[in-house]
């Protein structure tokens, strides 16, 4: 059975610092590229991030550049997203999933951890 | 904040057909496979509709997909009271080079 399960979410004040993890089982994870999504509490979905297999290849939404940073480790079939400097319009439940880059690839979505900016 | 546009609600009565339009540009939907969530208040999205057309598996055959241009369309046939929830469209978008999903639609069984 998949599992995708985020961890590392919390209450954090304006401009502090968070690491979110997403711990993978169940497929292979080296086999995926991986994304996070977020979503703001009553609003809709929005993507933030995605890496490619081999880590080599990132990309961000312009609203988080150069304050998050996607990363991975195939060996521990983890996906992490570091969040420095944040803001009371980061608060939002995050979500880790796959990144389907071909027809093959499979949809997973882990259930999500609550982030809070606030003071 | 979204480049991809939906209207925000649609509603229909058990039994009946709604229909989700997605609205975008040659840059995202024109030139990419889009993709249809069904995301149930308070858990987490599901893919219902990949690669524009097709249902992974265990996905019913009452939810169906469709692009022309630069719009698709998300078809739900046969309504039931489960299917009440959000619906979004998604996409990658090649100018932005990011992914980029809809405005969202609210479906409500009347």
């Known amino acids: 059975e998949v599992h995708l399960v985020e961890s590392g979410g919390g209450l954090v004040q304006p401009g502090g610092s968070l690491r979110l993890s997403c711990a993978a089982s169940?497929?292979?994870?080296?086999?995926?590229?991986m994304s996070w999504v977020r979503q703001a509490p009553g609003k809709g979905l929005f993507w933030l991030a995605k890496i490619t297999q081999d880590g080599i290849h990132k990309f961000y939404v312009d609203a988080v550049w150069g304050r998050f940073t996607i990363s991975r480790d195939n060996a521990r079939s983890s996906l992490y997203l570091q969040m420095d400097s944040l803001r009371a319009e980061d608060t939002a439940m995050y979500y880790c999933?796959?990144?389907?880059?071909?027809?093959?690839?499979?949809?997973?979505w882990g259930q999500g951890t609550l982030v809070t900016v606030s003071s | 904040q979204s480049v991809l546009t939906q209207p925000p609600s649609v509603s229909a009565a058990p039994g009946q057909k709604v229909t989700i339009p997605c609205s975008g540009t040659r840059s995202n939907i024109g030139n990419n496979y889009m993709s249809w969530y069904q995301q149930v208040p308070g858990t987490a999205p599901k893919l219902l509709i990949s690669?524009?057309?097709k249902r992974p598996s265990g996905i019913p055959d009452r939810f169906s997909g469709s692009k022309s241009g630069t719009s698709a369309t998300l078809d739900i046939t046969g309504l039931q009271t489960g299917d009440e929830a959000d619906y979004y469209c998604g996409t990658w978008d090649t100018s932005l080079r990011v992914y980029v999903f809809g405005t969202g639609t609210q479906v409500t069984v009347l």
């Open positions: 690669d524009n057309d």
């Open positions: 999933a796959t990144y389907r880059d071909s027809p093959v690839h499979k949809d997973y």
């Open positions: 169940g497929f292979t994870f080296s086999d995926y590229s």
